[in-house]
């Protein structure tokens, strides 16, 4: 039993082949294209539609931020709300801040 291999020992080089081989990108494509469908396109929708929520606030709307406080909206500002939470009770917060808009008389169901 020999520790060489024949074509080794033979003398012949061996031969590499060094041209372009698209089989070798397809797995990192694939990989790339799932990352974009599962994780990146569903985070990109899920921001534009928190911005265009946010762009629609209006006085009189309700909404609950992203830390629970639910409240009425007093004024609008360019970068901030005055939140009504409670009887003469008003917040100022960033617009940012709103995770949800809630549907009319949801505050009276509350209390």
């Given amino acids: ?5 024949k074509a080794y020992a033979s003398g ?3 031969t590499v ?3 372009f081989n698209i089989t070798q990108f397809v797995p990192m ?3 790339f294209a799932l990352f974009w469908f599962l994780l990146i396109r569903p985070q990109q929708k899920k921001v534009k ?3 265009q929520m946010i762009s629609e606030l209006q006085k009189g709307d309700e909404v609950v931020l992203s830390n629970g406080i639910v409240g009425t909206i007093n004024k609008v500002l360019e970068q901030f709300i005055l939140l009504n939470i409670g009887k003469d009770v008003v917040l100022t917060v960033q617009k940012s ?3 949800a808009k809630l549907e009319k008389g949801t505050i009276d169901k509350i209390n």
């Fill in 29 to 31: 494509i694939v990989i």
């Fill in 17 to 19: 082949s060094q041209g």
């Fill in 12 to 14: 012949a080089p061996a």
């Fill in 1 to 5: 039993m020999s520790l060489v291999s």
């Fill in 97 to 99: 801040s709103v995770g």
């Fill in 49 to 51: 539609l928190h911005n």
